[in-house]
Nanobody, 122 residues
Framework: QVQLVESGGGLVQAGGSLRLSCAVTGRSFSSYVMGWFRQGTGKEREFVGNIRWSSGIPVHADSVRGRFTISRDNAENTVYLQMNSLKSEDTAVYYC???????????????WGQGTQVTVSS
């Protein structure tokens, strides 16, 4: 079992930046793939990207590549989603998740944070 606790969501103007954090606790979490997803109102949950904890190598969805960056900090046991050049279409509830394989489907992730709202105004 792992526990995921998110923070950092809020209201930001278009063009601005936010950094979301996901603190990770539990045994053997270093073996996990950590994912970020988002879900806008009335939409399906969308893959944002993921990172293998052990390697620290991220993968980003095409929709956010060049604007968003996933990273992890071993000392802080935290995964980050740095979001720059935010657009109104980025408005969503953002979730961090943990699984065992590199995957883009939420069905492949066993553990989830509570979600944090990101609202981009214009």
């Amino acid at each position: 079992q792992v526990q995921l606790v998110e923070s950092g969501g809020g209201l930001v103007q278009a063009g601005g930046s936010l950094r979301l954090s996901c603190a990770v606790t539990g045994r053997s979490f270093s073996s996990y793939v950590m994912g970020w997803f988002r879900q806008g109102t009335g939409k399906e949950r969308e893959f944002v990207g993921n990172i293998r904890w052990s390697s620290g190598i991220p993968v980003h969805a095409d929709s956010v590549r060049g604007r968003f960056t996933i990273s992890r900090d071993n000392a802080e046991n935290t995964v980050y989603l740095q979001m720059n050049s935010l657009k109104s279409e980025d408005t969503a509830v953002y979730y961090c998740a943990a699984g065992y394989v590199r995957a883009a489907s939420p069905r492949d992730y066993a553990y989830w944070g509570q979600g944090t709202q990101v609202t981009v105004s214009s």
